[in-house]
């Protein structure tokens, strides 16, 4: 079984409320760093706001690793949906992966199953499944940056860097970031669902998260004009 462990760092910009929102058109992939199981050291690259076709191109040469299954994330939604929802090539590539039998696992939803729907284990964040697996949380001056309203691109290269593909240590050590983080988390969930009988399960949930992916990229129809006359209407009843 082959696998390929995928992170973006996006722009942060809103719209309609979501933060980062793939569909903004402000919004374009910062950096990506990803890892396969044939070579699964940390490898990451970082783009221009004017070169956005070079991380389509990185994301297709991706999925068409040799018999891929499983491409991992935390919150992966996000990522696939940054990479389709713009390209269409990306989107073409996504689609034929699918197809041909390919599946998404995400960390967070792997964990709410594993841990049987518990809400104490529901949409937990990156250090705290971190934690639970003994492995190094990431270097957190980027999330407060963010926090401060920096945007990304105007965090320190090296900074953003290590955040996502870990650091060498001087005492000849190293310290993972998300995407070291991600893998080792994800063969441990692996190793968990396979000894506790529960790999058929989170192959259905991760069925019905690709779905949910595509419904979310094709959004729902919406009649303003009619949802605005009826909202008038309630207004005049209420009043």
């Given at each position: 079984?082959?696998?390929?462990?995928?992170?973006?760092?996006?722009?942060?910009?809103?719209?309609?409320?979501?933060?980062?929102?793939?569909?903004?058109?402000?919004?374009?992939?910062?950096?990506?760093?990803?890892?396969?199981?044939?070579?699964?050291?940390?490898?990451?690259?970082?783009?221009?706001?004017?070169?956005?076709?070079?991380?389509?191109?990185?994301?297709?040469?991706?999925?068409?690793?040799?018999?891929?299954?499983?491409?991992?994330?935390?919150?992966?939604?996000?990522?696939?949906?940054?990479?389709?929802?713009?390209?269409?090539?990306?989107?073409?590539?996504?689609?034929?992966?699918?197809?041909?039998g390919g599946l998404v696992w995400d960390l967070q939803l792997?964990?709410?199953?594993?841990?049987?729907?518990?809400?104490?284990?529901?949409?937990?964040?990156?250090?705290?499944?971190?934690?639970?697996?003994?492995?190094?949380?990431?270097?957190?001056?980027?999330?407060?940056l963010w926090e401060a309203g920096i945007d990304t691109p105007?965090?320190?290269?090296?900074?953003?860097?290590?955040?996502?593909?870990?650091?060498?240590?001087?005492?000849?050590?190293?310290?993972?970031?998300?995407?070291?983080?991600?893998?080792?988390?994800?063969?441990?969930?692996?190793?968990?669902?396979?000894?506790?009988?529960?790999?058929?399960?989170?192959?259905?949930?991760?069925?019905?998260?690709?779905?949910?992916?595509?419904?979310?990229?094709?959004?729902?129809?919406?009649?303003?004009?009619?949802?605005?006359?009826?909202?008038?209407?309630?207004?005049?009843?209420?009043?």
């Open positions: 079984m082959t696998w390929a462990v995928l992170d973006l760092e996006t722009t942060i910009h809103a719209e309609a409320k979501r933060k980062a929102s793939p569909f903004a058109s402000a919004n374009w992939i910062v950096m990506a760093g990803w890892a396969t199981k044939q070579e699964p050291e940390p490898k990451g690259k970082r783009y221009s706001q004017g070169n956005q076709e070079a991380v389509g191109l990185d994301f297709q040469a991706l999925l068409a690793t040799p018999g891929l299954r499983f491409l991992v994330g935390q919150n992966i939604k996000f990522d696939i949906l940054h990479l389709i929802a713009k390209n269409k090539d990306s989107l073409l590539a996504w689609m034929k992966f699918v197809a041909d792997a964990e709410y199953l594993l841990e049987g729907h518990d809400q104490s284990s529901h949409m937990l964040s990156m250090d705290e499944l971190a934690q639970r697996y003994g492995e190094d949380l990431k270097v957190d001056e980027v999330k407060k105007d965090i320190d290269p090296d900074l953003l860097s290590r955040y996502l593909l870990g650091e060498d240590l001087p005492n000849g050590g190293r310290r993972e970031g998300d995407i070291g983080v991600t893998r080792n988390v994800f063969l441990k969930q692996l190793a968990r669902a396979q000894k506790e009988g529960m790999s058929r399960l989170l192959m259905l949930e991760f069925g019905a998260l690709i779905a949910s992916i595509e419904m979310e990229r094709n959004g729902m129809y919406v009649d303003k004009e009619l949802g605005y006359k009826l909202a008038e209407e309630l207004r005049l009843e209420l009043a």
